[in-house]
């Protein structure tokens, strides 16, 4: 069964920061894209970023963000840990939510998640 | 980077059906034939249902089925179970990156 396993949640103070890890296991990790995509309390799921195999174009990874993020968080991976990471810094209360990993092949045109990471919690408060 | 639109909240009674719709713009649901759809049950993982608009992956009930017009795509639950009730959310592929709406609670009846 495919499995992916996060860590790296909890609470931390704004202005501070946290790193998530999302761990892959029993699949091909290097053929898939990892997202990450949170919920914040009593809202939507929110798309923020992802992250392109090494191998999916002749530069390496193609890394995007959305803007809410952009300039303070941080998406890389390590191919041989099989593992997606999410630096993130200058954290403010609304990047208070769960945060989930997924993946897709995006550059296979499969536009989709659908593995998904269970979830970790982040709480940015004083 | 603006949600898609997707109506608060549905309901149904069991065995019948209900429709969500989900608008976005010609630069994304417009644009591209990759809206998913996901099931959300509180405290879980979300859950793909839907894929490339109408596409079902392996184990998902021909219950759920999906289409698009224009700027808007729609998901239809026939034959509603209880199981069914849920939060559901819309995806649209945008070239750079991806957008959500913002979710619709299914509660059946």
């Known amino acids: 069964e495919v499995q992916l396993v996060q860590s790296g949640g909890g609470l931390v103070q704004p202005g501070g920061s946290l790193r998530l890890s999302c761990a892959a296991s029993?699949?091909?990790?290097?053929?898939?894209?990892i997202n990450w995509v949170r919920q914040a309390p009593g809202k939507g799921l929110e798309w923020i970023s992802d992250?392109?195999?090494?191998?999916?174009?002749?530069?390496?990874?193609?890394?995007n963000y959305a803007d809410s993020v952009k300039g303070r968080f941080t998406i890389s991976r390590d191919t041989a840990k099989n593992s997606v990471f999410l630096q993130m810094n200058s954290l403010r209360a609304e990047d208070t939510a769960v945060y989930y990993c997924?993946?897709?092949?995006?550059?296979?045109?499969?536009?989709?998640?659908?593995?998904w990471g269970q979830g970790t919690p982040v709480t940015v408060s004083p | 980077q603006s949600a898609l639109t997707q109506p608060r909240s549905v309901s149904g009674s069991p065995g019948l059906s209900v429709t969500i719709s989900c608008t976005g713009t010609?630069?994304?649901?417009?644009?591209?034939?990759?809206v998913s759809w996901y099931q959300h049950h509180p405290g879980k993982a979300p859950q793909l249902i839907l894929y490339?608009?109408?596409s079902r992956p392996s184990g998902v009930p021909d219950r759920f089925s999906g289409s698009k017009s224009g700027n808007t795509a729609s998901l239809t639950i026939s034959g509603l179970q209880a199981e069914d009730e849920a939060d559901y959310y819309c995806?649209?592929?945008?070239?750079?990156?991806?957008?959500f709406g913002g979710g619709t609670k299914v509660t059946v009846l």
């Open positions: 490339d608009v109408a």
């Open positions: 997924a993946t897709d092949r995006a550059w296979l045109e499969e536009n989709y998640f659908d593995y």
């Open positions: 010609s630069t994304n649901v417009g644009a591209y034939n990759y």
């Open positions: 992250i392109s195999p090494s191998t999916s174009t002749p530069s390496g990874s193609i890394i």
């Open positions: 029993k699949f091909t990790f290097r053929t898939y894209s």
């Open positions: 995806c649209s592929y945008a070239g750079s990156h991806r957008v």
